[in-house]
Protein backbone atom coordinates (compact mmCIF):
# COMPACT_ATOMS: atom_id res chain seq x y z
CA UNK A 1 0.00 0.00 0.00
CA UNK A 2 0.77 3.85 -0.18
CA UNK A 3 -1.09 5.50 2.10
CA UNK A 4 -4.31 4.65 4.30
CA UNK A 5 -5.79 8.14 2.40
CA UNK A 6 -5.24 9.66 -1.05
CA UNK A 7 -6.00 13.36 -0.97
CA UNK A 8 -7.95 12.89 -4.76
CA UNK A 9 -8.72 16.63 -7.12
CA UNK A 10 -7.79 18.17 -10.07
CA UNK A 11 -4.38 20.33 -9.49
CA UNK A 12 -4.85 23.46 -7.92
CA UNK A 13 -7.15 22.08 -5.52
CA UNK A 14 -5.49 22.62 -2.17
CA UNK A 15 -4.66 19.12 -1.57
CA UNK A 16 -0.51 20.25 -1.22
CA UNK A 17 -1.73 22.71 1.19
CA UNK A 18 -4.00 20.77 3.78
CA UNK A 19 -1.06 18.38 3.27
CA UNK A 20 1.25 20.37 5.09
CA UNK A 21 -1.85 21.41 7.48
CA UNK A 22 -1.78 17.84 8.95
CA UNK A 23 1.18 16.00 8.56
CA UNK A 24 4.96 17.34 9.10
CA UNK A 25 5.06 17.10 4.73
CA UNK A 26 6.46 19.97 3.36
CA UNK A 27 5.32 19.71 -0.64
CA UNK A 28 5.75 22.28 -3.02
CA UNK A 29 2.77 24.59 -2.76
CA UNK A 30 2.38 27.31 -4.92
CA UNK A 31 -1.04 29.78 -6.49
CA UNK A 32 -0.77 28.24 -10.11
CA UNK A 33 -1.07 25.11 -11.72
CA UNK A 34 1.19 22.32 -11.82
CA UNK A 35 1.57 18.60 -10.39
CA UNK A 36 4.48 16.63 -9.29
CA UNK A 37 5.23 13.19 -9.89
CA UNK A 38 5.63 11.24 -7.32
CA UNK A 39 2.86 11.39 -4.36
CA UNK A 40 4.05 13.40 -1.13
CA UNK A 41 3.13 11.53 2.08
CA UNK A 42 2.50 12.85 5.86
CA UNK A 43 1.69 11.14 8.75
CA UNK A 44 -1.49 12.81 10.80
CA UNK A 45 -0.91 12.00 14.45
CA UNK A 46 -4.26 12.89 15.88
CA UNK A 47 -4.79 13.40 19.80
CA UNK A 48 -5.90 10.43 20.78
CA UNK A 49 -2.72 9.24 20.14
CA UNK A 50 -4.21 7.33 16.43
CA UNK A 51 -2.21 8.27 13.29
CA UNK A 52 -2.43 7.34 10.19
CA UNK A 53 -0.53 7.78 6.28
CA UNK A 54 -1.75 10.54 4.02
CA UNK A 55 -0.84 11.37 0.20
CA UNK A 56 -1.46 14.00 -1.96
CA UNK A 57 -2.06 12.24 -5.17
CA UNK A 58 -0.70 14.05 -8.06
CA UNK A 59 -3.16 15.98 -9.53
CA UNK A 60 -5.60 13.93 -12.29
CA UNK A 61 -6.95 15.65 -15.01
CA UNK A 62 -9.17 14.31 -18.52
CA UNK A 63 -8.12 11.69 -20.08
CA UNK A 64 -5.63 10.24 -17.17
CA UNK A 65 -7.13 6.44 -18.18
CA UNK A 66 -5.90 6.96 -21.59
CA UNK A 67 -2.57 7.68 -20.45
CA UNK A 68 -2.80 11.49 -21.01
CA UNK A 69 0.15 13.72 -19.23
CA UNK A 70 1.25 10.99 -16.16
CA UNK A 71 -2.67 9.98 -15.57
CA UNK A 72 -2.14 5.99 -15.61
CA UNK A 73 0.88 5.97 -12.91
CA UNK A 74 -1.45 8.91 -10.81
CA UNK A 75 -4.34 6.25 -10.96
CA UNK A 76 -1.67 3.69 -9.74
CA UNK A 77 -1.29 5.66 -6.94
CA UNK A 78 -5.36 6.24 -6.11
CA UNK A 79 -5.29 2.43 -6.08
CA UNK A 80 -3.66 1.90 -3.49
CA UNK A 81 -4.84 3.72 -0.40
CA UNK A 82 -7.80 3.23 1.53
CA UNK A 83 -9.79 5.84 1.69
CA UNK A 84 -9.85 8.95 -0.79
CA UNK A 85 -10.80 12.99 0.31
CA UNK A 86 -12.01 14.30 -3.38
CA UNK A 87 -11.02 18.32 -2.63
CA UNK A 88 -12.75 20.61 -5.07
CA UNK A 89 -12.41 23.97 -5.06
CA UNK A 90 -15.30 26.19 -4.06
CA UNK A 91 -13.50 29.44 -3.61
CA UNK A 92 -15.05 30.25 -7.68
CA UNK A 93 -11.65 32.55 -8.24
CA UNK A 94 -10.88 29.98 -11.43
CA UNK A 95 -14.21 29.49 -12.61
CA UNK A 96 -14.40 26.08 -12.25
CA UNK A 97 -17.52 24.00 -11.49
CA UNK A 98 -17.33 21.81 -9.25
CA UNK A 99 -20.25 19.04 -10.04
CA UNK A 100 -18.22 18.85 -13.66
CA UNK A 101 -14.81 18.33 -12.06
CA UNK A 102 -16.30 15.59 -9.65
CA UNK A 103 -18.03 13.62 -12.58
CA UNK A 104 -14.83 14.13 -14.98
CA UNK A 105 -12.65 12.99 -11.92
CA UNK A 106 -15.08 9.64 -11.21
CA UNK A 107 -15.06 9.04 -14.85
CA UNK A 108 -11.42 8.88 -14.99
CA UNK A 109 -11.57 5.64 -12.34
CA UNK A 110 -14.31 4.18 -13.58
CA UNK A 111 -12.23 3.50 -16.67
CA UNK A 112 -9.33 2.51 -15.29
CA UNK A 113 -10.52 0.40 -13.03
CA UNK A 114 -14.10 -0.76 -11.52
CA UNK A 115 -12.71 -1.50 -8.45
CA UNK A 116 -12.06 2.59 -7.45
CA UNK A 117 -15.96 3.50 -8.04
CA UNK A 118 -16.69 1.80 -4.84
CA UNK A 119 -13.73 2.93 -3.31
CA UNK A 120 -15.29 5.08 -0.27
CA UNK A 121 -14.76 8.45 -0.95
CA UNK A 122 -15.18 12.09 1.45
CA UNK A 123 -16.05 15.51 -0.27
CA UNK A 124 -14.04 18.03 0.89
CA UNK A 125 -15.33 21.57 -0.27
CA UNK A 126 -11.79 23.43 0.10
CA UNK A 127 -10.79 27.11 0.12
CA UNK A 128 -13.65 28.38 2.21
CA UNK A 129 -11.91 31.54 2.96
CA UNK A 130 -11.73 32.40 -0.91
CA UNK A 131 -15.80 31.90 -1.46
CA UNK A 132 -16.73 34.64 -3.46
CA UNK A 133 -20.92 33.78 -2.45
CA UNK A 134 -21.68 29.97 -1.17
CA UNK A 135 -23.26 28.83 -4.77
CA UNK A 136 -20.23 26.46 -5.47
CA UNK A 137 -20.77 25.26 -1.98
CA UNK A 138 -24.69 24.59 -2.46
CA UNK A 139 -24.08 22.84 -5.71
CA UNK A 140 -21.74 20.84 -3.80
CA UNK A 141 -24.43 20.13 -1.26
CA UNK A 142 -27.09 18.64 -3.94
CA UNK A 143 -23.86 16.33 -5.54
CA UNK A 144 -23.43 15.31 -1.77
CA UNK A 145 -27.22 14.23 -1.44
CA UNK A 146 -27.83 12.86 -5.11
CA UNK A 147 -24.57 10.27 -4.61
CA UNK A 148 -25.32 9.27 -0.78
CA UNK A 149 -21.20 11.09 -0.18
CA UNK A 150 -20.46 12.73 3.50
CA UNK A 151 -19.44 16.54 2.79
CA UNK A 152 -16.98 18.67 4.64
CA UNK A 153 -15.69 22.09 3.79
CA UNK A 154 -12.08 23.29 5.39
CA UNK A 155 -9.78 25.95 4.94
CA UNK A 156 -6.23 24.94 5.18
CA UNK A 157 -5.60 28.56 5.57
CA UNK A 158 -7.17 29.23 8.88
CA UNK A 159 -7.59 26.26 9.75
CA UNK A 160 -11.60 25.95 9.75
CA UNK A 161 -13.02 22.32 9.85
CA UNK A 162 -9.76 20.75 9.71
CA UNK A 163 -9.76 18.75 12.99
CA UNK A 164 -13.12 17.93 12.33
CA UNK A 165 -12.58 16.06 9.26
CA UNK A 166 -9.57 14.59 10.35
CA UNK A 167 -11.60 12.85 13.51
CA UNK A 168 -14.20 11.90 10.90
CA UNK A 169 -11.42 10.50 8.86
CA UNK A 170 -9.31 8.55 12.18
CA UNK A 171 -13.05 6.93 12.89
CA UNK A 172 -13.47 6.00 9.30
CA UNK A 173 -10.19 4.29 8.57
CA UNK A 174 -11.34 1.97 11.85
CA UNK A 175 -14.03 0.28 9.85
CA UNK A 176 -11.93 -0.10 6.82
CA UNK A 177 -10.03 -2.92 6.13
CA UNK A 178 -6.30 -3.06 5.82
CA UNK A 179 -5.85 -5.22 2.62
CA UNK A 180 -3.37 -5.53 0.15
CA UNK A 181 -4.64 -3.29 -2.77
CA UNK A 182 -2.08 -4.24 -5.17
CA UNK A 183 -4.02 -5.88 -8.59
CA UNK A 184 -2.64 -9.64 -9.01
CA UNK A 185 -1.70 -8.61 -12.54
CA UNK A 186 1.00 -5.98 -10.92
CA UNK A 187 2.11 -8.83 -8.84
CA UNK A 188 6.12 -9.83 -9.29
CA UNK A 189 7.26 -13.35 -9.28
CA UNK A 190 11.50 -12.76 -9.18
CA UNK A 191 12.85 -15.19 -10.87
CA UNK A 192 16.32 -16.29 -11.19
CA UNK A 193 16.98 -14.20 -14.65
CA UNK A 194 14.91 -11.43 -13.03
CA UNK A 195 17.75 -11.31 -10.39
CA UNK A 196 20.65 -10.98 -13.06
CA UNK A 197 19.50 -8.86 -15.34
CA UNK A 198 16.75 -6.30 -13.36
CA UNK A 199 19.18 -5.22 -10.98
CA UNK A 200 22.36 -4.18 -9.97
CA UNK A 201 23.98 -2.90 -7.00
CA UNK A 202 27.24 -1.17 -6.61
CA UNK A 203 29.46 0.93 -4.62
CA UNK A 204 30.26 4.47 -5.36
CA UNK A 205 32.20 6.80 -3.15
CA UNK A 206 30.92 5.14 0.12
CA UNK A 207 27.74 5.47 -1.29
CA UNK A 208 25.54 1.56 -2.03
CA UNK A 209 23.40 2.21 -5.29
CA UNK A 210 20.79 -0.75 -6.29
CA UNK A 211 19.46 0.13 -9.46
CA UNK A 212 17.35 -1.72 -12.53
CA UNK A 213 13.46 -2.62 -13.01
CA UNK A 214 12.96 -5.07 -10.33
CA UNK A 215 13.57 -2.37 -7.95
CA UNK A 216 11.66 0.49 -9.40
CA UNK A 217 8.91 -1.97 -9.26
CA UNK A 218 9.21 -3.57 -5.84
CA UNK A 219 9.93 0.23 -4.58
CA UNK A 220 6.67 1.21 -6.47
CA UNK A 221 4.75 -1.33 -3.49
CA UNK A 222 6.33 0.28 -0.57
CA UNK A 223 5.52 2.52 1.94
CA UNK A 224 8.33 3.94 3.95
CA UNK A 225 6.39 5.81 6.88
CA UNK A 226 4.74 2.17 7.47
CA UNK A 227 6.51 -0.46 9.57
CA UNK A 228 5.08 -3.40 8.09
CA UNK A 229 5.21 -1.92 4.58
CA UNK A 230 9.57 -1.70 5.63
CA UNK A 231 9.23 -5.14 7.13
CA UNK A 232 8.13 -6.62 3.53
CA UNK A 233 11.16 -4.36 1.95
CA UNK A 234 13.71 -6.01 3.87
CA UNK A 235 12.41 -9.17 3.17
CA UNK A 236 12.13 -8.68 -0.67
CA UNK A 237 15.76 -7.79 -0.88
CA UNK A 238 16.85 -11.10 0.86
CA UNK A 239 14.54 -13.05 -1.03
CA UNK A 240 16.10 -11.00 -4.24
CA UNK A 241 20.16 -11.60 -3.48
CA UNK A 242 20.11 -7.74 -2.68
CA UNK A 243 21.05 -7.89 0.67
CA UNK A 244 23.99 -10.83 0.31
CA UNK A 245 25.39 -8.38 -2.64
CA UNK A 246 24.87 -5.70 -0.65
CA UNK A 247 27.22 -7.41 2.04
CA UNK A 248 29.47 -8.64 -0.35
CA UNK A 249 30.14 -4.90 -1.27
CA UNK A 250 31.02 -4.14 2.29
CA UNK A 251 27.94 -2.52 3.31
CA UNK A 252 27.69 -1.64 7.22
CA UNK A 253 25.31 -0.34 9.82
CA UNK A 254 24.97 3.28 9.53
CA UNK A 255 25.98 3.36 5.71
CA UNK A 256 23.59 4.92 2.85
CA UNK A 257 21.82 2.98 0.69
CA UNK A 258 20.08 4.17 -2.68
CA UNK A 259 17.14 1.92 -4.08
CA UNK A 260 15.61 2.98 -6.63
CA UNK A 261 14.78 7.25 -6.07
CA UNK A 262 15.17 6.42 -2.30
CA UNK A 263 17.86 7.09 -0.13
CA UNK A 264 17.94 4.98 3.26
CA UNK A 265 20.20 4.18 6.30
CA UNK A 266 21.61 0.11 6.23
CA UNK A 267 21.05 -1.42 10.04
CA UNK A 268 21.71 -4.88 10.64
Known amino acids: MLADVGLLGFPNVGKST ?5 TDARPKIANYH ?11 KTKNGDGFVIADIPGIIEGASEGVGLGIEFLRHVERTRLLLH ?3 ISGQEGRNPVEDYYTINKELAKYSEKLTKRK ?8 DSMQDDYNYKELEELAKKENLELFKISSVTGEGVEKLIDHVTEILKTLPKEDLVEIEDRVVYTIKDKEQ ?9 VFYVKGRAVDRLMGRVNIEDNESMYYLQKCLKN ?3 ENKLKELGVCEGDTVKISDWELEWYE
Open 121 to 128: QILVATKI
Open 18 to 22: FLSTV
Open 34 to 44: FTTINPNLGVV
Open 198 to 206: EWEAYEQDG
Open 240 to 242: MGI
Open 87 to 89: CID
